[in-house]
């Protein structure tokens, strides 16, 4: 699977949109992008994935770059239960292996 | 139905103990997971289970062993572990059609700690 690359930490004001940046510059053509969350305590929780187009859902919205280098996952109106740290992750064709990087820790502040 | 649960959701045991954790949905899924998460690390993927088989085993060591007795339980036995074994143990399910494994669903964990 490739590796992706993401911010360790970010801050976002309450009900402003949060954009998450991630980096997969070798990504393979049949690998997903796929965005989990994992709020404290908690297991984690399927966000979106999207393989070349731009994907929305009732949670978020996914935009992956032409070239597919990079994506970015944008929470449209932060919340403070949005707080959590966000993964993601460039999967195998399957999608039955999922390969958690590091994430980034957002921070949502009233 | 759309949860996955696990018990216990605390587990404290010693060395020399034997130990089973237990994961069940009801969602239909026919692939199954365990991962392993330490503390402020992020989850590791353990096994796969497709159709109740053993599909993915990523060189877990002998002390853990998976069972999956049917198409909505898995089980987690657990023998002779070490204090570095203390972790939150996951289990996952999805959606698996032609091959293809779909969107997976977590459990809230298993918080193990090993004495």
């Known amino acids: 699977d490739a590796k992706t690359t993401q911010p360790t930490s970010m801050d976002c004001a309450e009900g402003r949109a949060a954009n998450l940046p991630c980096n997969h510059s070798t990504i393979s053509g049949n690998e997903y992008v796929y965005w989990y969350r994992q709020i404290h305590s908690q297991g984690p929780q399927y966000i979106i994935h999207g393989l070349k187009n731009n994907e929305t859902n009732e949670m978020a919205s996914l935009i992956i770059t032409e070239d597919r280098k990079s994506s970015t996952l944008i929470l449209p109106h932060a919340t403070l239960r949005d707080t959590a740290v966000y993964y993601c992750i460039a999967s195998n064709n399957a999608g039955n292996m999922l390969t958690f990087g590091g994430g980034t820790r957002l921070m949502v502040k009233p | 139905d759309t949860e996955v649960t696990q018990t216990p959701k605390h587990l404290v045991m010693g060395m020399t103990n034997k130990k089973s954790l237990k994961c069940e949905q009801h969602m239909g899924h026919r692939a199954m997971y365990w991962y392993k998460q330490k503390a402020k690390k992020p989850p590791e993927l353990m096994f796969v289970y497709s159709y109740e088989k053993l599909s993915i085993n990523e060189s877990v060591p002998s002390r853990f062993s998976p069972e999956c007795p049917n198409s909505s339980l898995l089980n987690l036995h657990l023998h002779a572990l070490q204090p570095e074994d203390s972790a939150l143990y996951l289990c996952?399910?999805?959606?698996?059609?032609?091959?293809?494994?779909?969107?997976?669903?977590f459990g809230p964990g298993t918080r193990l700690t090993v004495l």
């Open positions: 996952a399910s999805s959606r698996l059609l032609a091959g293809v494994y779909n969107e997976q669903f």
